[in-house]
């Protein structure tokens, strides 16, 4: 590869992220929304995952190029949701340090200054199968001190409720990918993307996130990932126009 070829976009960066999401779950149904989680699902399936199992959003199991697999009807999805066999990568309007997610409104409920995508499946996906997150603007205005309010349940919330099958296995933004993996569940920056700082990140984020002593960089892709996200995956670039710098 020319060393053209080797600069690395930090929508690249997420994809890799976002695949790495997936990674050791096993024969999981993959539930990517957005472009950046779905290219993420894609290349997972096509390099470290072989096992994860993609939909075409409606009833058709389908294989890393799309053709259709096998069927998927309604119960035997429900079946996996409740079951912990899906993993769910979803956006969030807002996230609070235990990851309690909000899509629903900005404000008080009752006369809310914007009215947002609703609750929907949010509360469903978090107690019944792992649940990841894709922010693709990291601010003060997403990750909150307090959610206006709960649609999907964080780790206090979820403990007093003993679901069985709650996991958040990371959070991943523009600018970071961070986690929960302290001892009282609290979101931690787990790696930087190249380009951004420790001090970046803090700034962006409305309260205090968990510090290891060393935070790493997320993760080069691979020639070959890199080969397969801008040849087969999205050869029309489109992941730039969702990610900055």
């Known amino acids: 590869m020319t060393s053209q070829a080797l600069v690395i976009s930090r929508a690249e960066y997420c994809v890799i992220a976002c695949a790495e999401a997936w990674r050791g779950d096993g024969e999981v149904l993959a539930s990517p929304m957005g472009l950046i989680p779905s290219l993420g699902a ?17 009833a058709t199991l389908v294989g890393a190029d799309g053709a259709a697999e096998g ?5 035997r999805h429900l079946t996996m949701v409740t079951g912990g066999r899906r993993h769910v990568m979803m956006g969030a309007s807002q996230l609070d340090r235990f990851g309690n997610q909000n899509i629903s409104c900005i404000g008080d409920w009752a006369a809310p200054a914007r009215q947002l995508l609703g609750v929907r499946g949010a509360p469903v996906n978090t107690l019944n199968n792992p649940v990841s997150y894709w922010v693709p603007r990291h ?9 206006d309010m709960v649609c999907g349940v964080g780790y206090d919330r979820a403990a007093a409720a003993g679901a069985r099958y709650h996991r958040l296995p990371r959070v991943v933004s523009d600018l970071a990918v961070l986690d929960f993996a302290t001892p009282d569940h609290r979101m931690r920056l ?14 962006a984020t409305g309260f205090e996130l968990a510090l290891p002593d060393e935070v790493p960089y997320t993760r080069d892709p691979t020639p ?22």
């Open 42 to 58: 894609r290349l997972a399936r096509r390099t470290f995952a072989p096992d994860l199992l993609l939909t075409d959003g409606e």
């Open 71 to 75: 069927w998927l009807p309604y119960r």
């Open 139 to 147: 601010s003060p205005r997403v990750f909150v001190p307090e959610v």
């Open 190 to 203: 787990a790696s930087l993307h190249p380009g951004v700082t420790v001090e970046q990140v803090r700034a």
């Open 224 to 245: 070959e990932e890199l080969r397969l996200i801008r040849e087969v995956l999205d050869p029309q670039g489109r992941r730039d126009g969702e990610v900055r710098g």
